[in-house]
């Protein structure tokens, strides 16, 4: 996020950039000013530029602005007035960031979600998960909700009569889309004949849909209502681009991702002269079939060891045909004889920073929002504090917002959205709190930053398995001493009543 917007002399906030056009206007009828200084003190410069239509000279409007909690932009705008094109745009006036970022934002009411303001980069792409619908990146827009749906909408209708006669397949599955897309605005066919007023329109249901901004440049944005940790529907993750994203920005030329792909191959083969490194470099690959769309992957295995605890797999596999993904973590180690407890007492956001490893027989509990993940929640995870608690909100808040009748907003509906907003609270620990992992068979870990001295702000309780632990984890029927003599006994005694009967 940019801090030094409101001291750039260049990039001013397009609020008071509003109220210098209009002093300008108010002192042009009265006062006349030099040619040179009108054009220091004008928020918006012209500049005359060709129209690639006709041919003739048009004018070319440009604004450097400030947006609010974002960064620096440059607002363009061109219009011919011999054949009427004009052509909206906005670029980024800083620099690529150091990572890509996708913001995720749900949309379950019209009079405040569809005003949230929308910068999409030359670099962006937009996409509508429930509707399938995927926006590529082209050029920077500066819009709203509302209006992204709208030239949506208006961009798919263009080339339909043409679709209609060519392509009659085509032509039903995108008038299919846009039926829900004007649902979404509140529209319906036949709404002009009959002069429906924005205020109906308003009052029609909305089904509540997601909208994620991902752009690898890291120059794009969608708003938050009032701040990020009330405003419970909007989300930011930051990530690390690819190298085939970094070509694609022209960071770096396609030669150097060929030239460095041999010695990539050549520096996961182990290394047999060091033995510190060579059991945790090597990656075993399983072949196997997708469970979503059946075709043939690779599963990756690798072990890693963990300081002051013990060996864990981590299994990671992709379908490149589909796009499915799934990470799971595994425990390399025998099944402890005792369960664990582990208690943490969160009050920075260096904690957050912490590792956590959670099994899937571990559950975790904060009580200060009453958050309680049974165990067999999200899987077996490998990441930090920060990200396991973004994950829980992910799953949560998808859940919440899923069901999306407008008419619907019960008091149930209202305190969750309550809790997500503590929740979010906890995410960036603007409030302390306590997180608990307890886990029947010792199998996941929070780091101790002290260690190997004791965490004073930890504390570790090894108890012993009740009965129905055992029970719910197949213990109880696990035999692993003497069973080959248990077993010979059992056979000799189904022999002799075979031979009896």
Known sequence: MSTTTSKDPFFKPIGSLAEEAEKLQDKGSTVEK???????ERPVQEIESLCMSCGEQGMTRLMLTSIPYFREVIVMSFRC???GTTNNEIQSAGEIREQGCLYTAKIVDRSTDFNRQIVKSATCTISIPELELTIPAHRGQLTTVEGMIRDTVSDLQ??????????PDVYEKIEALIGKLKLILGEKDGDDEKEVSDEEKAARHLPPFTIKLDDPAGNSWIEFLGTMAADTKWTMKLYNRTKEQNIELGLIPKDELEDQEPRRDAAQEPDTEKEDIAPNEEIYVFPGICSSCSAPLNTMMKKVVI????????????????GYRDNEVKSGAAISEKGKRITLKVEDSEDLARDILKSETCGLTIPEIDLVLQPGTLGGRFTTLEGILNQVYEELSEKAFARGDAAEATDARKDFETFLAKLKRVMTASTPFTIILDDPLANSYLQNIYAPDPDPNMETVVYERSWEQNEELGLNDMKVENYENTEGKTDAQTETKVQSS
Do not use: A, V, W
């Open 307 to 322: 300081p002051y605890f013990k060996d864990i797999l981590i299994m990671s596999t992709n379908c490149e045909k589909c």
């Open 81 to 83: 007035e011999h054949c």
């Open 34 to 40: 030099k040619e040179e200084e009108e054009e220091e």
């Open 158 to 167: 263009g080339d339909q009569p043409l679709r209609k006669i060519m392509q």
